[in-house]
């Protein structure tokens, strides 16, 4: 008997079921969901975990910036339980194959074929009503799908933020005769888009069956995303069995639920990776944005109709006044780089007055001297000439006048 | 064998163990006060709009006497370049006797909508490099730029060469068109007039998502159950809650000069192809003669090596090196390889050529 066998088939399942609620009763859970797979809201750990949390959260005096951490922390724990649960089913199913290699493989094989048929059941039925969604069974009735929508769940798409805007209700409208629900719905839609405008409203009217059409069209794109992106987690689970499959054929092991966990996630990067290369994945992504931000602003244009009539303050006007202040504020510089230039200029213009006027000076005191000098000169023939005194002045002015005109060169070159 | 060798037993242990971890993880996050960052000593030295450029204090007694001034990127917050004590690139320069200064350029608000890469380059870069140059008495200065800011340094010296003495390409894109460029395949196909008119500023979220989306799985999800094992150490928490910070700090970006980049460099690759209008000037990569540090990371998912290695190609510099970091986009600033490797090298290269 293999050690493995002989581990399984001596678990006190007793022991193990105290082991589990102890663990749960860490969290101060109601174990009333325990062992029933399936959504991801009926995971018994994952109650347990959001029941925990509630209760800390409120008790707690953390700061804003570190309890919107622990959440995001929490939500991907829940995830982590919620996989640990459903893989728990797998090992358990495995477990039984024990050493018989062939076994093993057939039932990997069986396990990831369901959850590949299921993929697919959900891709087709995407393009369907969203009320038909039916996720398909993998393992127990675990619903994947919801589990790689909740994955993400902490982190808001930026688009839904965007749309929680004054034009909400536009969107609603909008969504209600998008593509991809009930075919009645997509009917309606159609027969209201086909009534021709008429009246003082005509224009309104057009801007709204627009809007529906645009409405229709992102959500036709947005579909096709979920559908990529079902696709992926599909090939992301089937490189995940390969691997499996092959640690089988090699004799590897996944000693814990992390290695597990980080089997999944590597899977999924890797596919995910190779996806975002391709021009698919280029051209879907630009219709998804390029569709919606042509739906929100048709939308914001209905709202600024509405409130241009209402002689609220629009965000058009906004614009407009905005703009007159950045070109204000570009006048302001150049006048402002102006100004220094001539500050600089005329800074300037005074050294050099102010030199000139002291180099006239010196020259003048220097004359005086030596007109003194000279009359000295006259008065006593053993004094030194005049020249050899004013000669040194007259090259110093001389010397003086050049850089200042230098420094008027730079002043040039600088305007 | 059966691959799976996890009993229900150990799985139990598995996730108790997981549990305490976690509750002892809300213990150390509830101790925790708020995030500080940015550690140098610093002080404003000019003020224009949202943006402020620093001079960093001195801690050497002999300085490189040509400062060095880093352009960010407009992307996430500059306090990346000097998160903390010992993980911090601008302490590294300045521990190496330079002279830093940086472009911190705020968070644009409505009003800044309409500014575009002229104001930004010609604009806001110049003056700052004005000030400097005044505050030094020098004609030219050297420049550090980062990432996008990397990509707006180019342009500048490509436009005022007379004005960079040397300058340092860190992470930056320069041929936007690489097989391995995913944020470039992200966005090729996206109407960027359309996403500016209707947004006017584009919100910082939906670039960060826009990153986050480039590895989902990875960093929307597992790094929060790798941080579980950390918790119960307050500085590895920390060190954590520091990038998070940064991480989720993203600024929203200016309309108009976020329709220029986007266009005129990942959808056209016009640095490469010298097709990039900044204002009424031409961006001529090929006019650059100056010496060029080009600093990129070989494991960087953001601005892949190929791209950021384009740049010798593309300009005129005899004096052109390259420095290959093995690690990532964010690794090359804060990672301990990082403190070790990068500022002696900048400071190394810059005064051999001073």
């Known amino acids: ?415 | 064998m059966n691959p799976f060798q996890v009993t229900p037993n150990t799985l139990a242990e598995e996730i108790h163990e997981f549990n305490s971890k976690l509750a002892k993880g809300f213990e150390t996050l509830s101790n925790l006060d708020e995030i500080d960052v940015g550690v140098s000593e610093k002080e404003p030295v000019y003020k224009e709009d949202n943006l402020v450029l620093y001079h960093f204090k001195a801690r050497t007694k002999k300085q490189n006497s040509v400062p060095l001034l880093i352009v960010y990127a407009l992307v996430n917050r500059p306090y990346m370049a000097d998160l903390q004590d010992g993980r911090s690139m601008i302490q590294g320069l300045l521990d190496e006797g330079l002279d830093v200064y940086l472009i911190d350029w705020g968070y644009p608000d409505s009003a800044d909508k309409f500014l575009t890469l002229d104001d930004y380059i010609n604009g806001y870069i110049d003056r700052c490099v004005d000030v400097i140059c005044e505050k030094h008495k020098r004609k030219n200065i050297n420049i550090l730029g980062i990432c996008q800011g990397g990509a707006f340094s180019l342009c500048y010296t490509s436009l005022h060469q007379e004005k960079v003495k040397n300058l340092i390409t860190t992470v930056t894109p320069v041929d936007f068109h690489t097989k391995h460029d995913l944020l470039s395949n992200m966005v090729r196909k996206i109407d960027i007039d359309l996403v500016v008119d209707t947004l006017g500023n584009i919100p910082g979220d939906m670039l960060n998502m826009a990153f986050l989306s480039l590895k989902p799985y990875s960093l929307m999800g597992q790094k929060y159950v790798d941080l579980v094992n950390i918790l119960d150490d307050e500085k590895k928490a920390l060190n954590f809650l520091r990038m998070e910070k940064w991480i989720f700090d993203s600024p929203d970006q200016a309309g108009e000069a976020y329709r220029e980049f986007l266009k005129q460099f990942y959808q056209e690759n016009g640095l490469v192809k010298s097709t990039v209008k900044i204002g009424n000037d031409i961006v001529d990569l090929g006019k650059i003669e100056i010496p060029i540090l080009n600093i990129y990371a070989l494991h960087d998912h953001l601005v892949p090596p190929d791209s950021s290695k384009a740049l010798e190609g593309c300009v005129s510099s005899k004096d052109y090196q390259a420095l290959e970091f093995p690690g990532g986009h964010i690794g090359i600033y804060v990672s301990g390889k990082a403190q070790k490797m990068i500022p002696p090298s900048v400071a190394k290269w810059l005064s051999e050529r001073t």
């Open chain 1, 1 to 415: 008997m293999s050690d493995y066998k002989r581990k399984t088939d001596q678990i006190d399942w007793a022991d193990y079921q105290k082991k589990y609620f102890d663990a749960l009763m860490s969290f101060n859970a109601t174990p009333s969901s325990f062992n029933k797979p399936g959504s991801i809201e009926d995971s018994f750990w994952n109650n347990a975990m959001e029941h925990w949390w509630k209760t800390m959260k409120i008790n707690s005096g953390t700061s804003f910036e570190n309890k919107n951490l622990f959440e995001k922390i929490v939500e991907q724990s829940r995830n982590y339980y919620f996989m640990s649960e459903q893989f728990s089913n797998l090992i358990e199913g495995i477990s039984k194959y024990n050493n018989r290699k062939n076994d093993v493989t057939d039932f990997v094989n069986d396990k990831f074929e369901d959850l590949k048929s299921m993929f697919l059941e959900t891709s087709n039925n995407l393009k369907e009503t969203s009320e038909n969604l039916s996720w398909g069974k993998f393992i127990d009735e675990v619903n994947w799908a919801d589990f790689q929508k909740k994955y993400f769940d902490a982190y808001e798409s930026p688009f839904e933020k965007l749309s929680s805007t004054a034009s909400d209700n536009i969107n609603n409208f909008a969504n209600m005769f998008a593509g991809g629900i009930n075919p009645d719905m997509e009917k309606l839609r159609d027969q209201i888009l086909s009534i021709p405008s008429v009246g003082q409203n005509r224009e309104t009217q057009d801007k709204f069956q627009n809007l529906i059409k645009l409405g229709a069209v992102y959500q036709d794109y947005s579909n096709q995303n979920q559908i990529a992106m079902t696709q992926l987690s599909q090939d992301a689970l089937e490189l995940m069995r390969k691997e499996i499959l092959r640690m089988n054929d090699k004799g590897e092991e996944l000693s814990s639920m992390r290695q597990i966990y980080d089997l999944w996630v590597e899977s999924n990067e890797l596919v995910y990776n190779e996806h975002v290369h391709t021009k698919e994945y280029s051209e879907l992504n630009g219709k998804l944005v390029n569709s919606r931000m042509a739906f929100m602003k048709l939308s914001q244009e209905i709202n600024e109709d509405i409130f241009s009539s209402l002689n609220l303050p629009t965000t058009r006007a906004m614009n407009e006044l905005e703009r007159r202040h950045y070109e204000l504020r570009k006048k302001v510089n150049v006048l402002e780089s102006e100004l220094k230039a001539l500050k600089e200029k005329s800074d300037n213009k005074n050294t050099v007055t102010e030199s000139r006027s002291r180099s006239a000076n010196m020259i003048a005191t220097k004359k005086k001297k030596a007109k003194t000098s000279r009359k000295k000169v006259t008065k006593s023939a053993k004094k030194k000439p005049a020249n050899k005194v004013t000669k040194p002045v007259k090259k110093k002015t001389r010397k003086k006048s050049r850089s200042n005109a230098a420094n008027n060169d730079v002043i040039e070159i600088k305007f």
